[in-house]
């Protein structure tokens, strides 16, 4: 079955420091991946997506992600983080089965300390 | 500015108490979706619409109907049936729903809760 593990509940680090959120799938073919965020009381941004292709990939907002399938990971990279980036963010991945459809891990909680 | 407006922002259900929650956008997206968000977890998806007077369930849609009379608009109703319905309800939608290489459009949400 399909699935999506973010390990980290929650992650603080410093402005200016670099950030890795991990995030790891289950799918059995080749999977569309995704990366989310979302401010507090808000909806979802998508940041970056992974199809096919250069494995690793540049988003908005500064952030990439690496798409590993030997260690069926998609980790979120940032060199450098900034006061405006303490959000929720969330890894899905897709699939069909009769439609386009997501699977959205638990989120990981990113604070930034001044 | 085109995009996804819901609403209310906050609503509150009584006891055997319909409620409708509304998702309007102005994007001309065929593709509509719900979903769920409860604390520590991920969204679920609760229904879902490529087309007009056409829509399918989710993989939580117990306690849950929608509709989709016009192109730009997908209302949710969160019936009595729905034992906890207190949650966060985002509403998307997305070109054609067709494919991944669509990006999904988000709302900015409606949080239930029951009095």
């Known amino acids: 079955a399909q699935s999506v593990t973010q390990p980290d509940i929650h992650i603080t680090v410093s402005e200016g420091a670099s950030l890795e959120l991990r995030c790891n799938y289950s799918?059995?073919?080749?999977?569309?991946l995704f990366w989310y965020v979302q401010s507090p009381g808000q909806g979802l941004q998508l940041l970056l997506k992974?199809?096919?292709?250069?494995?690793l990939v540049q988003g908005i907002k500064g952030f990439e992600a690496e798409f590993k399938r030997s260690q069926s990971s998609f980790n979120l990279r940032k060199p450098s983080v900034h006061w405006s980036d303490a959000a929720e963010y969330f890894c899905?991945?897709?699939?069909?089965?009769?439609?386009?459809?997501?699977?959205f891990g638990t989120g990981t909680r990113l604070k930034v300390l001044a | 500015d085109g995009g996804i407006t819901q609403s209310p922002k906050y609503l509150f259900r009584k006891e055997g108490q319909n409620v409708t929650l509304s998702c309007e956008q102005n994007?001309?997206?065929?593709?509509m979706y719900w979903y769920r968000q409860d604390p520590g977890q991920g969204l679920r998806l609760i229904y879902y619409?490529?087309?007009?007077?056409?829509?399918q369930k989710g993989d939580i849609a117990e306690g849950y109907s929608v509709s989709r009379e016009k192109k730009e608009s997908f209302p949710l109703t969160v019936t009595s049936a729905q034992k906890n319905p207190t949650a966060f309800y985002l509403c998307?939608?997305?070109?054609?729903?067709?494919?991944?290489?669509?990006?999904?459009?988000f709302g900015p949400g409606t949080r239930l809760l029951v009095l």
């Open positions: 799918y059995g073919a080749t999977p569309y």
């Open positions: 992974y199809f096919s292709g250069d494995t």
């Open positions: 619409s490529q087309i007009v007077n056409d829509f």
């Open positions: 998307a939608s997305s070109p054609s729903g067709g494919t991944f290489q669509e990006t999904q459009y």
């Open positions: 899905a991945v897709g699939f069909t089965s009769g439609t386009y459809k997501y699977i």
């Open positions: 994007l001309n997206h065929d593709a």
